[in-house]
């Protein structure tokens, strides 16, 4: 790449990389922070964007200095750039899918932690009704027969 396209390629690359870590912030931080979700969430976001930024400057920075027989036209700068949004948009996938794995996480999490605590609760709540003379437990199921009419009989 000649000396002179080398800034534009730069500066147009740089200002995708930090459009697009922004979204992946914001769109994480919403993402991360539900009912289930730890705290720190944003935390989480903010350390996989930072890694999504440092791989995507990291790609750009040898894609502008690799393969040095492109020739100097635009055609080839605008090649260049396809190529890179290109791996740019696998970068991107990689950093939803390490989200949704976290996010998987943080609901599985969450929800043992809401089986341990049905599990400490009172398994035997108490009746909703009061048993008659007659009936045995602390829950009964039917009312008590009538006698030879009732309508439990046999």
Known sequence: MPDNELPGFLIIGLIFVVADGQILYRGARRFLTAPDAREGSGSVAWMVVTVFHLAAIGMLALLAVVAPDWSGSTAAFVGRLGVFL?????????????????????????????????????????????????????????????????????
């Open 86 to 154: 290109l791996l740019m948009a696998v970068a991107h996938v990689l950093t939803l899918s390490v989200l949704a794995h976290r996010r998987e996480d943080d609901v599985a999490v969450g929800a043992r932690r809401r089986k341990r605590a049905d599990d400490r609760a009172d398994p035997e709540p108490e009746p909703t009704v009061t048993p008659v003379p007659g009936q045995e437990g602390r829950n009964p199921r039917v009312s008590p027969d009538l006698g030879d009419q009732g309508p439990y009989r046999a």
